[in-house]
């Protein structure tokens, strides 16, 4: 079992920067592979970005493609989020997801664990 926490959430101005953490409980992290999502109000949980367990293979939605970048220290037992020409459509809360095995996931079910989510709003 994991524990996910996110953070570096906050207000940023369309075209600005965040990088978001999700930072993880427990010995096997290196055992999971790691998506982050976003939930917009009113809207479901979509897929933003997704990267295996070795980091050799990432993954993104279209919407976020060349903007935002995932990455992680399995030693640190963190992913990160870099968010970069922030848009004020990428306002959401975000989460961070584990599942357990190699190949990295896009749908929310696929997902064994979550973290409680962090608020980005991005202003225009």
């Known amino acids: 079992q994991v524990q996910l926490v996110e953070s570096g959430g906050g207000l940023v101005q369309a075209g600005g920067s965040l990088r978001l953490s999700c930072a993880a409980s427990g010995r096997t992290f290196g055992s999971y592979a790691i998506g982050w999502f976003r939930q917009a109000p009113g809207k479901e949980r979509e897929f933003q970005a997704a990267?295996?367990?070795?980091?050799?293979?990432?993954y993104y939605a279209d919407s976020v493609k060349g903007r935002f970048t995932i990455s992680r220290d399995n030693a640190k037992n963190t992913v990160y989020l870099q968010m970069n020409s922030l848009k004020p459509e990428d306002t959401a809360v975000y989460y961070c997801?584990?599942?357990?095995?190699?190949?990295?996931?896009?749908?929310?079910?696929?997902?064994?664990?979550w973290g409680q989510g962090t608020q980005v709003t991005v202003s225009s």
């Open positions: 997801a584990a599942r357990s095995g190699i190949v990295v996931a896009t749908t929310t079910r696929e997902y064994d664990y």
């Open positions: 990267i295996s367990r070795s980091s050799r293979t990432t």
